[in-house]
């Protein structure tokens, strides 16, 4: 299964080489909780939300072939 995963504004920091987006080729069946920790070693609680194909997720969504991942900051300001 091919998805691809976007971490947006400062999450991009988290990952490697601070992409823009990843493309991954996974076979079996993974949550978006484990693409995260186990690919990528960034911690779930650094990341507010989860829009998958434009709709809100939860943390034990299995993705699909073809899924764009969004993966939101917590909002800060002051």
Do not use: C
């Amino acid at each position: 299964m091919l998805i691809t995963l976007r971490p947006i504004g400062h999450l991009k920091e988290l990952f490697p080489a601070n992409q823009e987006k990843y493309e991954l080729e996974l076979s079996g069946t993974w949550t978006i909780r484990n693409i995260v920790t186990k690919s990528f070693d960034v911690d779930p609680d650094s990341i507010s939300g989860i829009v998958v194909e434009g709709k809100h997720r939860k943390w034990d969504y299995e993705p699909k072939s073809g899924d764009e991942i969004l993966l939101i900051p917590p909002l800060g300001g002051g």
